[in-house]
């Protein structure tokens, strides 16, 4: 079993990119045009660190129930 889990950038972190001048993800390759050009998604770290808990247990529980 493999994946990816994408975290968002934490509200600080935004904050400091905007101070910037940053308005889009700077991650994002040239010439990509999606709902995120004009801000940048995040999320506080303690629902960033449950939501990766609770994927984790889902796995686990799946993986031992197979």
């Known amino acids: 079993m493999c994946g990816f889990i994408h975290l968002p ?19 994002e390759g040239a010439g990509t ?17 449950d939501a990766v808990q609770l994927t984790l247990e889902i796995c686990i529980k799946n993986i031992l129930c197979q």
């Not at 950038?9 to 991650?27: A, D, F, R, T, W």
């Not at 999320?43 to 660190?49: F, G, S």
């Open 9 to 27: 950038y934490l509200p600080e972190q935004v904050m400091e990119l905007q101070s910037s001048g940053v308005k889009s993800n700077p991650l």
């Open 33 to 49: 045009h999606s709902a995120t050009q004009d801000s940048l998604e995040s999320m506080p770290l303690m629902t960033q660190i």
